[in-house]
């Protein structure tokens, strides 16, 4: 039996209408504008990146998806996957002005607009400013605007919070629409696998299937106290989330404090040459996921996890914000020479750049909780 548990069903939020949330998710964003912008790579295999030993994948066209590419994958591995992989260089000033399109369309239904990244947004249509009437109508009205005005596809999902939206809006993806209605939460995320958790990786999926959770519904049996044993400040999300509940509203102007990522190895590293290659592709990884936040910071911090599970961090902060790529590497490769030589192997390597300015995102409680399940899982 459940105990602990303290949320309620947000789906009316304080008051008598239920919430009206849209997740809107662009198709394989990057890859599509460059097939747009260049009809010879239309049905073809693409990826967003670069296409070197060192390269890394920033996005791939679903037809390299079929091949098993994904962000944030080495290149080489790409290209052994999919030997025809045609690799595009990354054209973020295009990206962001068809991204500003896109936000624009949204601004035109609803205020309550909070971007994730330069290619999906949470939507609050509670109060339907059109008039409307209808959050799946109008979903439809702004995948059909987006279409006509910028040639591009985008997934959307429509429930009665943030968790349930953007699980809606993978469902039927590329070019999908799905409804989860008030009452059919709880059905609907006991029914997936828990891999399809935001913010459940790999990692965590194979803590939990040790555990004897597989699905949503293995994940309900569990009550608060067991979750909090075992997965400590993640147990109130995970909690929440096998019952469909999610109590956070969509913020239009919220402050973030880092943007970063960090790797764990198959094997441990030690020598000087391969931990300077792994530090370039976490280099293009961590900065993909700068562009798309359109951020700047001052502080960049470089996080080693030791063989032996200790944590050591080094951080610089510059006078001047870090606003290009090589702003961003220079200060990271002098993070890891001065540690150089390691005097043990690593497990994992992070890039993090923080004191930001102008960055819309989660929460701090959400930072917190990301924070958390990436030091968990």
């Not at 008030?182 to 965590?204: D, M, N, T, W, Y």
């Not at 293995?218 to 067991?226: H, S, V, Y």
């Amino acid at each position: 039996m459940d105990t602990g548990a303290q949320q309620t069903d947000p789906s009316t939020d304080g008051d008598d209408r239920a919430r009206k949330i849209i997740h809107v998710d662009m198709d394989a964003f990057f890859a599509s504008v460059e097939q747009r912008d260049n009809p010879e790579l239309r049905g073809k295999p693409v990826a967003v990146g670069g296409s070197s030993g060192r390269g890394v994948v920033a996005a791939a066209s679903y037809e390299a998806r079929q091949f098993g590419v994904r962000s944030a994958m080495p290149s080489v591995t790409a290209l052994r996957r999919c030997p025809d992989l045609i690799f595009c260089k990354s054209r973020f000033d295009v990206y962001r002005e068809v991204s500003q399109q896109i936000r624009e369309i949204f601004h035109s239904f609803t205020p309550l607009v909070e971007p994730l990244s330069l290619d999906e947004a949470y939507l609050d249509v509670t109060d339907d400013m059109k008039g409307i009437g209808s959050a799946t109508r109008i979903a439809q009205l702004i995948r059909a605007e987006i279409l006509a005005k910028t040639q591009l596809t985008a997934s959307a999902g429509v429930s009665y919070n943030k968790f349930l939206a953007k699980l809606a809006s993978d469902q039927n993806k590329p070019d999908g629409l799905c409804v989860i209605r008030p009452g059919e939460g709880p059905a609907f995320v006991q029914s997936l696998p828990i891999r399809r958790f935001h913010g459940v990786g790999p990692k965590g999926a194979e803590k939990m299937a040790r555990l004897g959770i597989e699905t949503g519904a293995d994940l309900a049996e569990r009550d608060l106290p067991w979750l909090r044993a075992n997965f400590g400040s993640f147990a109130d999300y995970l909690y929440g989330a096998a019952r469909g509940i999610d109590n956070r509203p969509v913020r239009s102007h919220r402050t973030r404090k880092s943007v970063g990522g960090e790797r764990t190895f198959s094997e441990d590293i030690h020598a000087d040459d391969a931990l300077r290659e792994t530090l370039e592709r976490i280099i293009d990884i961590v900065w993909e996921r700068i562009e798309r936040a359109e951020a700047s910071g001052r502080t960049v911090t470089l996080k080693l996890k030791y063989n032996d599970f200790t944590i050591h961090t080094r951080s610089q902060s510059l006078v001047r914000l870090v606003e290009t790529k090589d702003d961003f590497a220079i200060a990271a490769r002098a993070l890891l020479e001065t540690e150089l030589p390691l005097p043990r192997p690593i497990r994992l390597m992070g890039l993090t750049l923080s004191s930001l300015k102008g960055v819309t995102s989660e929460s701090r409680r959400d930072a917190r909780a990301a924070e958390a399940q990436l030091s968990l899982f």
